[in-house]
């Protein structure tokens, strides 16, 4: 069973600061997604990155796709409020003909004004 | 385009009962997922259609059922519903069968009293 572990789970921090979240497996995903979810609401979808070692930004998100494809982190640089939300990876089964995703654990994030 | 459509939003169920929850995908999506939430297990996956077909099945009971029709448009049925399947249920769509990135709907709120 694929599992993809989220660290921090909770994080509450002040406006301007940067911050981590790391998303790690011991399995390999073909692709991994992050999403952002607010409460009541469905994921919305941040980026895909798909090769090992890829980098791709989104204004102030930095996303990162380890290079063996089992780990992947976001950075958020100079935090704002309109950040806080709950942020989920989701990797895609490696070698299946499915769209199923494994979601990860979460990590909540509140930005402070 | 219109974004991924479920409804109902909110639900009340009594034990025992059972109900049907539609998704209504974006146009041209082909793929259908479906998945429960809770804050105890996360987001877990319950089954895909790809072209009315069921392509992939998560771990659930088979109280847990779907089908797709051929407009693309899903809907899922729980029957003898159990307090514990008290939850956020999210569709996700997708444009082809595998490898695309899945665009979710708001939800429906399912309470089971």
């Known amino acids: 069973t694929q599992l993809l572990e989220q660290s921090p789970q909770f994080l509450s921090i002040q406006e301007g600061e940067n911050l981590t979240v790391y998303c790690n497996s011991s399995s390999v995903f073909s692709s991994l997604q992050w999403y952002r979810q607010e409460p009541g609401e469905g994921p919305v979808l941040l980026v895909t990155v798909v090769t090992g070692g890829e980098v791709k930004k989104l204004k102030r998100l930095t996303f990162q796709f380890g290079d063996a494809r089992k780990d992947s982190s976001l950075h958020i640089t100079a935090a704002q409020p309109g950040d806080t939300g709950l942020y989920l990876c989701?990797?895609?089964?490696?070698?299946?003909?499915?769209?199923?995703?494994?979601f990860g654990t979460g990590t909540l994030l509140a930005v402070q004004p | 385009k219109a974004g991924v459509t479920q409804t109902p939003r909110y639900l009340i169920k009594t034990r025992g009962q059972q109900v049907t929850l539609s998704c209504s995908p974006i146009s041209g999506h082909r793929s259908v997922s479906w998945y429960q939430q809770t804050p105890g297990q996360g987001l877990q996956f319950l089954f895909e259609y790809f072209s009315e077909t069921q392509r992939n099945k998560g771990n659930f009971p088979g109280r847990f059922s779907g089908r797709q029709f051929s407009n693309s448009r899903s809907e899922m049925n729980v029957s003898t519903l159990e307090l514990g399947d008290s939850a956020l249920y999210l569709c996700?769509?997708?444009?082809?069968?595998?490898?695309?990135?899945?665009?979710f709907g708001p939800g429906t709120r399912l309470t089971v009293t």
């Open positions: 989701a990797g895609r089964e490696a070698g299946g003909a499915t769209n199923k995703l494994i």
């Open positions: 996700a769509s997708s444009f082809q069968g595998q490898g695309y990135e899945q665009y």
